[in-house]
């Protein structure tokens, strides 16, 4: 299968604070990214988006960035707030595959008081 | 607007008995994306539907099965349980199918094989 990993990566930051996950993909005919948090018990939620096209994107207290010399994504939160601990995975689509999405291993993310 | 909705929220079953996982789309969204989230094994594409049809399927074995509604709702089979089996079951629903057609999921069936 495609999926990977068996140990999650975690960071953990306190309030406030801003927090940077990232995100490995690997297929360089990927045209669209997607990042998604996943609180526990609970089905993954859409954050951003960012086409290949671009290479930084702003939402709400969030900025995606892509370099896709190095096929690299990240994921930035701004003045991390405990709601925001959960799960984040990045996805891709695109490449012969536009169908679906092809997940990243994920990250837990704690906010600590 | 509804999100994606799915039921059971959880479901328990036996070896070899078939389970049932019903999913409902987002108003509006015709395609409709089956993922397994088991653990230690990240999200892993089961199937897609598009318009009625099964479009593409994932590395999955034949037992596991579904279709989509007239209305697009769709449902998710899964014959002859194994324990393996146990895991998330995830369903997303997109507007069309192209490559920037965002995925938004719902909530899961959390699926028990004893």
């Known amino acids: ?113 | 607007e509804a999100g994606v909705t799915q039921s059971p929220t959880h479901l328990i079953k036996t070896r070899g008995q078939q389970a049932t996982l019903r999913c409902s789309p987002i108003s509006g969204h015709t395609s409709v994306y089956w993922y397994q989230q088991a653990l230690g094994l990240g999200l892993q594409f089961l199937l897609w539907y598009d318009e009625g049809e099964e479009r593409n399927r994932g590395n999955f074995p034949p037992r596991f099965s579904g279709r989509q509604f007239p209305n697009y709702s769709s449902e998710l089979n899964v014959n002859a349980l194994e324990l393996e089996d146990s895991a998330l079951y995830l369903c997303a629903s997109s507007l069309g199918s192209g490559s920037t057609d965002t995925q938004y999921f719902g909530p899961g069936t959390r699926l028990t094989v004893l």
């Open chain 1, 1 to 113: 299968g495609e999926s990977v990993g068996l140990h999650l990566p975690t960071l953990s930051v306190q309030e406030g604070d801003n927090s940077i996950i990232n995100c490995a993909y690997s297929n360089s005919a990927s045209d669209y990214f997607i990042w998604y948090k996943q609180e526990s018990g609970k089905g993954p939620q859409f954050i951003i988006d960012i086409r290949s096209n671009m290479d930084k994107r702003q939402g709400q207290r969030v900025t995606v960035l892509l370099n896709k010399t190095v096929k690299h994504l990240s994921l930035q939160i701004a003045a991390t707030q405990p709601g925001d601990s959960a799960v984040y995975f990045c996805a891709e689509k695109g490449g012969g595959s536009n169908y679906k999405l092809t997940f990243g291993k994920g990250t837990l993310l704690t906010v600590n008081p």
